[in-house]
Each structure stands twice: as C-alpha cells, then as structure tokens.
T-cell receptor, first 110, second 114 residues
Framework: EDQVTQSPEALRLQEGESSSLNCSYT??????LFWYRQDPGKGPEFLFTLYSAGEEKEKERLKATLTKKESFLHITAPKPEDSATYLC???????????FGPGTRLSVLP | SQTIHQWPATLVQPVGSPLSLECTVEGTSNPNLYWYRQAAGRGLQLLFYSVGIGQISSEVPQNLSASRPQDRQFILSSKKLLLSDSGFYLCAWSVGGTSTYEQYFGPGTRLTVT
C-alpha cells in the first residue's frame, strides 16, 4: 500500500530563517512526487512534480529535492507570505490515485 | 488558460437532506476529474475519479455518488447526508490521456452537516 508521511507537523520560523520540510514515502513504482501549497480555506496550489531520484526543482524561495525514499522542500529566507500548509503526494503505478500526506503547517513570523 | 470552478463555496445542511456539489473546468477538453474530501488535520482522500463522460470510479464505499453528465462537469451527490459527511470537498482536474499526472484543484466547498 502506498503511504506518505510528512514532518514536522508544524513549523514556526522567523522571517529569513531557512529550513526544510520532509516527505517520506513508500510506493509501488513511482510515477511522480508532487508538492502543493494550501492556504486556509482554499484548494491546494500546485508547486512541483519530481519524477526520479536526484531531481531538483526551484521556484522563488522554494527548492524541492527527491531521493528514493523521501523528498525535501527547502525554504530559503522565508517571508511571512510563505506561511501555509505544504502537502506532499505520490502517484504509483496503479490506478489514478494520488496518496497525500497530512501536510506541514508552516508559520513565518515577521 | 484553464480554470476550475466549484459551487457553492459553503453549505450547511441538516442530516438526512440531499446534496449536490458542482464542479466545472474551462479551457481544456476531456480532462480527468476528481472529487476529494479533506478532514481537519488529515490528508486528502480521493472519493471518485472520472476519465470521461459517464465513466465514474469510486475509491471508497460511502454515502456519496458522482456523475459526469458533460465533458467538463463533475457532480457530487448524496440522497441523505450523514454527520460524518461534513468536510472540505475539493474538485481537481488533470490532463486526460497522457502521462502528465499533475492535478489542479478548485477552491473547494465547505460542507457542514448539522
């Protein structure tokens, strides 16, 4: 059974304090690992897709990396507007199902 | 560009009442469509997906049903709501017929069953 866990559950950073969020996964044949950002009361916003170990993607202050067992979302010099819940999901070989993790709730304080 | 709409944005319904949530996508043809439910503090749970008109797959047994009467329209329904149906319902789409798997989400519907 495909599974995704995320840590930490919640993270508070000072503005400018860089850190990383972790997504650990088990999947039968990885077709893609996906990162989303979700603001309170809104739908998730797509950030990145990673397909194979060693791949990296960047967008503004965010950088996602992938190994065979986990992915990291690195946040460099965060700003208060980066505060959100960050969701990780995987798609395996079978069916249409994305398996989502529970998310990491990030708060960046000014 | 593609746009996904959901309505209503919020809904308060009594136990035992019917439900109909609607999702439409603009700017693409033959998308894959999905209904998810998000409970507080938990990951998104896939409820239904559809790869074409009239083609619905259910991922979990429940009190809900889905229909796709038109290419870019996806409807989530219930004949009688339960308290446990409360949650945040999200519709999503992805490009159909390809190996591109990214899903793009709508704004969601907050359902409270009282």
């Amino acid at each position: 059974e495909d599974q995704v866990t995320q840590s930490p559950e919640a993270l508070r950073l000072q503005e400018g304090e860089s850190s990383s969020l972790n997504c650990s996964y088990t999947v039968s044949g990885l077709r893609g690992l996906f990162w989303y950002r979700q603001d309170p009361g809104k739908g998730p916003e797509f950030l990145f897709t990673l397909y194979s170990a060693g791949e990296e993607k960047e967008k503004e202050r965010l950088k996602a990396t992938l190994t065979k067992k986990e992915s990291f979302l690195h946040i460099t010099a965060p700003k208060p507007e980066d505060s959100a819940t960050y969701l990780c999901a995987v798609k395996g070989d079978y069916g249409q199902n994305f398996v989502f993790g529970p998310g990491t709730r990030l708060s960046v304080l000014p | 560009s593609q746009t996904i709409h959901q309505w209503p944005a919020t809904l308060v319904q009594p136990v035992g009442s019917p439900l109909s949530l609607e999702c439409t996508v603009e700017g693409t043809s033959n998308p894959n469509l999905y209904w998810y439910r998000q409970a507080a503090g938990r990951g998104l749970q896939l409820l239904f997906y559809s790869v074409g008109i009239g083609q619905i797959s259910s991922e979990v047994p429940q009190n809900l049903s889905a229909s796709r009467p038109q290419d870019r329209q996806f409807i989530l329904s219930s004949k009688k709501l339960l308290l446990s149906d409360s949650g945040f319902y999200l519709c999503a789409w992805s490009v159909g017929g390809t190996s591109t798997y990214e899903q793009y989400f709508g704004p969601g519907t907050r359902l409270t069953v009282t």
